[in-house]
Nanobody, 122 residues
Framework: QVQLVESGGGLVQAGGSLRLSCAAS????????MAWFRQAPGKEREFVAF????????DYADTVKGRFTISRDNAKNTVYLQMNSLKPEDAAVYYC???????????????WGRGTRVTVSS
């Protein structure tokens, strides 16, 4: 069982930055692909980014490519999402997820955090 706890959400002006963190409680953190998804009110949960255990494979949604960066620190059991040049359409609850294979599909991730809310004012 893997427990994931996100933090770092908040209110930011458009054009600003935030860094989200997700701490995992597992001894085998480095074995998991870690991902971020987001869900805006009235919309389906959507893929944001994933980071393989080795770092050799990362993927980003087109909507965030070039603005967001996913990284991980296996020694700290933590994955990060650095979000720059935030737009109002980035506002959502951001969820951290862990799985065994990198994918844009949320069905491939077995473990999920409860989310952290990001609000972007225009």
């Amino acid at each position: 069982q893997v427990q994931l706890v996100e933090s770092g959400g908040g209110l930011v002006q458009a054009g600003g930055s935030l860094r989200l963190s997700c701490a995992a409680s597992t001894r085998t953190f480095s074995s998991y692909v870690m991902a971020w998804f987001r869900q805006a009110p009235g919309k389906e949960r959507e893929f944001v980014a994933f980071h393989s255990w080795s770092g050799r494979s990362t993927d980003y949604a087109d909507t965030v490519k070039g603005r967001f960066t996913i990284s991980r620190d296996n020694a700290k059991n933590t994955v990060y999402l650095q979000m720059n040049s935030l737009k109002p359409e980035d506002a959502a609850v951001y969820y951290c997820a862990a799985g065994l294979a990198g994918s844009r599909s949320n069905t491939m991730y077995a473990y999920w955090g409860r989310g952290t809310r990001v609000t972007v004012s225009s």
